[in-house]
């Protein structure tokens, strides 16, 4: 079974379009997190969530919202798509409430922005 | 907030030969660092971390440092082999409810046949 699930895995799109990647994990872990993987493979977070909350919130664009709708699941939503969007995305999630645990991510998402 | 600078950038020994990438960070307060492995077109999986209570730990061929006084951690491979070939992330965070955790920027680690 897979233990955190992205989809879509591939994602190409035009600018000024919404997008939506989802994230499901199947851990049973308290903390799920978003990060941006850039073209020199820079690991940035972007948003955590723990049981729903958002905790962290990076200087993103505010065209960046996260939803959680249970502690399973986190989705990562996009408006008005940019050439700079472009890089692949990471769901992770970790068990507790801090972040001193290995963090367990998805397969990610590469979004291509033309 | 915390940095976390890491060296070098790309790294290539020899099958068999060892390697060492190293790491600072810039906040004290920072407790746990662990070690991702991210295989081209894969996921970052951690292969080892180490908090600030422990200066050494070793997982067979892997072994991870820390020097807090000087705030650097490294991680030694030893008998590499062509299957380490990936990139490496270090990173450093407190373990708070609001922390978020720093990487590195990675090291590109090539195993020469």
């Known amino acids: 079974d897979t233990a955190v699930s992205q989809t879509p895995k591939y994602l190409v799109t035009q600018m000024g379009n919404d997008k939506s990647i989802k994230c499901e994990q199947n851990?049973?872990?308290?903390?799920m997190y978003w990060y941006k993987q850039d073209s020199k493979k820079f690991l940035k977070i972007m948003f955590s969530?723990?049981?729903?909350?958002?905790?962290i919130n990076e200087t993103v664009p505010n065209r960046f919202s996260p939803k959680s709708p249970d502690k399973a699941h986190l989705n990562l939503h996009i408006n008005s798509l940019e050439l700079g969007d472009s890089a692949v995305y990471f769901c992770?999630?970790?068990?507790?409430?801090?972040?001193?645990?290995?963090?367990?991510f998805g397969p990610g998402t590469r979004l291509t922005v033309l | 907030g915390e940095n976390v600078e890491q060296h070098p950038s790309t790294l290539s020994v020899q099958e068999g030969d060892s390697a060492v990438i190293k790491c600072t960070y810039s906040?004290?307060?920072?407790?746990?660092f662990p070690w991702y492995k991210q295989e081209l077109g894969k996921r970052p999986q951690l292969i080892i971390d180490?908090?600030?209570?422990?200066g050494e730990k070793k997982d067979q061929r892997i072994a991870v440092t820390l020097n807090k006084t000087a705030k650097h951690f490294s991680l030694h491979i030893t008998e590499t082999q062509p299957e380490d070939s990936a990139v490496y992330f270090c990173?450093?965070?407190?373990?708070?409810?609001?922390?978020?955790?720093?990487f590195g920027k990675g090291t590109r680690l090539h195993i020469l046949p």
């Open positions: 906040d004290s307060a920072s407790n746990y």
């Open positions: 851990l049973g872990h308290d903390t």
């Open positions: 180490i908090r600030s209570n422990v």
């Open positions: 969530y723990n049981n729903k909350e958002l905790i």
């Open positions: 990173a450093a965070s407190k373990t708070d409810r609001d922390d978020k955790i720093i």
């Open positions: 992770a999630s970790s068990h507790g409430t801090h972040t001193g645990n290995e963090q367990f």
